[in-house]
């Protein structure tokens, strides 16, 4: 069973950046890929970013490509996400999660272990 905890989310000013980190325990998640949602209130949750196993292919959703990094680190079994330019439509609880279903890694429904999130705040 694999146990995946969030950090680094606060309040920041529009044009801001935050550092998630997504921390893993249990076993190991370098055989996994990992993604990263965002869940705002009244909102559906929505795919951010997804990292494969490797760090080889990364994906992002067109909302935050160009401001947001995925990046991982297999030997400390952790996956992060670097947010520059924030803006406050970014706002929402940021959730990591891994180990998706084959082909569906925008899907949050096709992974298999999540978080339990971290709230990030954009004022303008």
């Known amino acids: 069973q694999v146990q995946l905890v969030e950090s680094g989310g606060g309040v920041v000013q529009a044009g801001g950046s935050l550092r998630l980190s997504c921390a893993a325990s249990?076993?190991?998640?370098?055989?996994?890929?990992v993604g990263w949602f965002r869940q705002a209130p009244g909102k559906e949750r929505e795919f951010v970013a997804v990292?494969?196993?490797?760090?080889?292919?990364?994906d992002y959703a067109d909302s935050v490509k160009g401001r947001f990094s995925i990046s991982r680190d297999n030997a400390k079994n952790t996956v992060s996400l670097q947010m520059n330019s924030l803006k406050p439509d970014d706002t929402a609880v940021y959730l990591c999660?891994?180990?998706?279903?084959?082909?569906?890694?925008?899907?949050?429904?096709?992974?298999?272990?999540w978080g339990q999130g971290t709230q990030v705040t954009v004022f303008s």
């Open positions: 999660a891994a180990d998706p279903a084959r082909g569906s890694r925008r899907t949050g429904i096709a992974y298999n272990y």
């Open positions: 249990g076993r190991t998640i370098s055989t996994y890929d």
């Open positions: 990292i494969s196993w490797s760090g080889a292919y990364k």
